[in-house]
């Protein structure tokens, strides 16, 4: 009878793995399951001899996967291979076809690589695994629990699904950012340039009128003196201001590989003024759909959490995250360590305690998430609305200044002349 190696979790979460007689995978599972354990990983005895086998024979073959592929690429083939599997097609036939489809790139190379991993004797979730830029840990994750459970083609809808909503709101988060972005440095760029080439020209003209009693104003001689220290050094000055922002960008990307960086960057985004609220909003949203869409998925809790925590994408709920699957591996609920560690609202603390009575946990999440990404699109238009008008008075006042100082030293002379 073939055996079957096995990684499951018991009802405390902890991490267990040996071997099972059967004659099926399906079979392999089941008895599993009569043990009280959860299955995570089930695949036959010899097929990490021919996994091996497949990855050194396909070594040299393997260049160009490496590559990131579009967040749109991923989805259409997880849609189209759900189709597939719904159909009845077997994975590897449906991987070939997709194969054949795709446009020369990354992802055809990709796709190719984890069908021949297939056909050497690996599951669909650790053929994926292998390449993380391609599929993250969230889907292969999903891939997985879509194989133990043998609902693949259902998973992979959920997942394309997850991907879209994701990307949607992502794109609208950047496209609020890019409209302001452009202003205001196109603002920039047009204060350099009065500063740097339209005022020096005036320079000659306005010092002469600070002889005798027609001294300049105290706005003038500032402006004067900040167009002074800009073309200063061949126009040094002026090169490094213009800089200034490319290099805080760098920093800020710099700062941001590190934990304690990403740590200290998030929580001052939570606390920024306008913003702080969107900030909550989106990410509230992405790790509750994350999670919701784990569970839903079959997930163990503990093991859904710990992926939630690595895709959160903001460092504060990630900490939140952790403390949370340590108190639910002590035997605490999800609402208490939620509701202690005062990084959500209390509407998310009940509706998470509620789901936790009633069993829809995943249901109560994917409301929430619902909820919250609906608020963020009302806030994002309502920061667009704010920010013009303010854009507006910024940049009207820069060059209203400048055009002020500019003609204040000719309004005091005829003051002095009358």
Same mark, same amino acid.
């Given at each position: 009878m073939p055996v079957f190696q096995y990684q499951a979790l018991d009802a405390k979460g902890n991490e267990s793995a040996g071997q099972i007689e059967a004659l099926s995978s399906k079979e392999a599972i089941s008895k599993i399951r009569n043990k009280g354990l959860f299955p995570t990983k089930v695949r036959a005895q010899n097929a990490a001899r021919k996994v091996k086998v497949a990855k050194d024979a396909a070594g040299p073959k393997r260049r160009g996967a490496g590559g990131r592929v579009k967040i749109k690429t991923v989805t259409e083939f997880a849609r189209q291979m759900s189709t597939l599997q719904d159909a009845g097609l077997a994975i590897l036939r449906s991987l070939r076809i997709l194969e054949e489809q795709a446009k020369k790139g990354t992802f055809k190379r990709v796709v190719g690589y984890v069908a021949d991993d297939i056909e050497g004797g690996a599951?669909?979730?650790?053929?994926?695994?292998?390449?993380?830029?391609?599929?993250?840990?969230?889907?292969? /994750?999903?891939?997985?629990?879509?194989?133990?459970?043998? %609902? $693949?083609?259902?998973? *992979?809808?959920? +997942?394309?699904? &997850?991907l879209e909503k994701a990307e949607r709101l992502k794109a609208k988060i950047k496209g609020a950012m890019v409209y302001p972005a452009v202003v205001m440095s196109a603002a920039f760029l047009i204060?350099?340039?009065?500063?740097?080439?339209?005022?020096?020209?005036?320079?000659?003209?306005?010092?002469?009128?600070s002889d005798g009693k027609a001294g300049l104003p105290a706005l003038t001689q500032i402006l004067l003196n900040i167009s002074n220290w800009l073309t200063d050094r061949k126009?040094? /000055?002026?090169?490094?201001?213009?800089?200034?922002?490319? %290099? $805080?960008?760098?920093? *800020?990307?710099? +700062?941001?590989? &590190?934990?304690?960086?990403?740590?200290?960057?998030?929580?001052?985004?939570?606390?920024?003024?306008?913003?702080?609220?969107?900030?909550?909003?989106?990410?509230?949203?992405?790790?509750?759909?994350?999670?919701?869409?784990?569970?839903?998925?079959?997930?163990?809790?503990?093991?859904?959490?710990?992926?939630?925590?690595?895709?959160?994408?903001?460092?504060i709920y990630g900490s939140m995250l952790n403390k949370v699957q340590n108190a639910i591996r002590q035997g605490n609920t999800f609402a208490n360590p939620l509701r202690q560690s005062k990084t959500v609202d209390s509407i998310v603390v009940n509706m998470v305690d509620v789901g936790e009575e009633t069993g829809d946990l995943d249901k109560m999440l994917q409301k929430i998430a619902d909820n919250f990404?609906?608020?963020?699109?009302?806030?994002?238009?309502?920061?667009m609305s704010l920010l013009e008008p303010i854009m507006i008075i910024v940049l009207g006042g820069l060059v209203g200044t400048i055009v002020l100082a500019m003609f204040l030293p000719m309004v005091k002379m005829i003051q002095v002349l009358m």
């Open positions: 599951t669909l979730s650790e053929a994926m695994g292998k390449y993380p830029k391609c599929f993250n840990r969230l889907f292969v /994750n999903m891939v997985a629990a879509g194989e133990v459970g043998g %609902v $693949l083609d259902v998973i *992979l809808n959920r +997942v394309a699904d &997850f204060v350099m340039g009065l500063m740097i080439f339209i005022v020096p020209t005036f320079s000659e003209v306005l010092s002469d009128m126009g040094l /000055n002026a090169a490094i201001v213009i800089a200034c922002p490319f %290099v $805080l960008f760098s920093l *800020l990307k710099l +700062v941001r590989q &590190f934990q304690k960086g990403r740590y200290v960057m998030d929580w001052l985004k939570l606390r920024t003024p306008v913003i702080k609220k969107l900030v909550y909003k989106t990410a509230v949203a992405r790790w509750t759909r994350t999670l919701a869409t784990l569970i839903s998925a079959g997930v163990p809790i503990l093991e859904a959490l710990n992926i939630t925590r690595e895709t959160a994408d903001n460092e990404d609906e608020e963020a699109d009302v806030l994002v238009g309502s920061l």
